[in-house]
């Protein structure tokens, strides 16, 4: 049985990947880049270095391609991805999902590369 893609960016992440890089590699081959490429194009996000979560700008990396590809509306699709993401988590904001500071943890690292993943997945599934 082969991987699923939100295995494989859990392991990924798991073995030292950015939450950046985990999603994106994982789906790297949908949008035509190699492992190598996406781990070095994820990068810049990583971390909330954006501020927003770097696994939901992964994902959003990935729905951008195809929306390119499929002549479809990019801005939609990245809004619905926030929303989804916003649903399960409260925010895609990277330090408000980390806590500290005296502020909850919301979610972990692990845990927000896997539900953008999932959400990835389920999206690219509807287009």
């Known amino acids: 049985m082969m991987e699923s893609r939100v295995e494989a960016a859990k392991q990924r992440h798991a073995s ?11 789906f790297c081959d949908l949008v035509g880049v190699t ?13 909330g270095a954006k501020i927003k979560c ?18 479809l509306n990019e801005e939609a699709l990245i809004h619905d991805l926030e929303e989804r993401f ?22 972990t690292c692990r845990g927000c590369v896997e539900d953008a993943a999932e959400i990835l997945d389920c999206m690219l599934e509807e287009l």
């Open 54 to 71: 770097g696994a939901v700008m992964a994902a959003e990396l990935v729905l951008s391609a195809k929306a390119k590809e499929q002549g």
């Open 86 to 107: 916003q649903e399960k988590n409260t925010t895609v904001v990277c330090r408000e999902l980390r806590g500290g500071k005296g502020q909850p943890r919301l979610r």
């Open 16 to 26: 030292g990947y950015h939450c950046s890089q985990a999603v994106y590699c994982a």
């Open 35 to 47: 492992e190598e490429q996406a781990k070095r194009e994820a990068a810049p996000y990583a971390g």
